[in-house]
Antibody, heavy 112, light 108 residues
């Protein structure tokens, strides 16, 4: 069974950092590009970042560029999202994604 | 950035009826890389359609996608009670990937 399990969310103050992790199982991880998406409470879906199978190609949404860093470790079948200089508007449920499959999300709350 | 506009915002129908949801793009979606998702409260999105018309594994054939270029449609025939949810379209042909604002399908 294909599974994506996110972790690392929590409550932080503005300006602080968090690192999200996504552990994959049930498929050949290094065959798939990976993405992070997010959904603010009561709002729609927003794409955050993309990383190619080898990690050589990376894209970010303008709203997080320069503050967030995506990475992956194919040996560990995991993808990460390092989030620095967090803002109130980064509060959301963060989802890990590969083609056709979403995790259940990890909640990030940024509040003073 | 490609802006996706979904209509209507809310659709009120009865079980057994047909739902037609629209998604219009501000520019051509590359390679018709358009997906439809269903999201129920408290749940992760569920992929219904990719490539504009390809049903995902396990999706009933009541769900069908059509369209190309800038105009896309999700049709749900013979609505079942479990179909009442929020539906999003998403283009993944050009970065940044973008979503429509969603259509809420509610029971009339």
């Amino acid at each position: 069974e294909v599974q994506l399990v996110e972790s690392g969310g929590g409550l932080v103050q503005p300006g602080e950092s968090l690192r999200l992790s996504c552990a994959a199982s049930g498929f050949t991880f290094n065959d798939y590009d990976m993405n992070w998406f997010r959904q603010a409470p009561g709002k729609g879906l927003e794409w955050v970042s993309y990383i190619s199978t080898t990690g050589r190609v990376i894209y970010y949404a303008d709203s997080v560029k320069g503050r967030f860093t995506i990475s992956r470790d194919n040996a560990k079948k995991s993808v990460y999202l390092q989030m620095d200089r967090l803002r109130d508007e980064d509060t959301a449920l963060y989802y890990c994604h590969r083609a056709g499959t979403w995790g259940q999300g990890t909640l990030v709350t940024v509040s003073s | 950035e490609i802006v996706l506009t979904q209509s209507p915002g809310t659709l009120s129908l009865s079980p057994g009826e047909r739902a037609t949801l629209s998604c219009r793009a501000s520019q051509t979606v590359n390679r018709n890389s358009l997906a439809w998702y269903q999201q129920e409260p408290g749940q992760a999105p569920r992929l219904l359609i990719s490539g504009a018309f390809n049903r995902a594994a396990g999706i009933p054939d009541r769900f069908s996608g059509s369209g190309s270029g800038t105009d896309f449609t999700l049709t749900i025939n013979r609505l079942e009670p479990e179909d009442f949810a929020v539906y999003y379209c998403q283009q993944y042909g050009t970065f940044p990937y973008t979503f429509g604002q969603g259509t809420k399908l509610e029971i009339k």
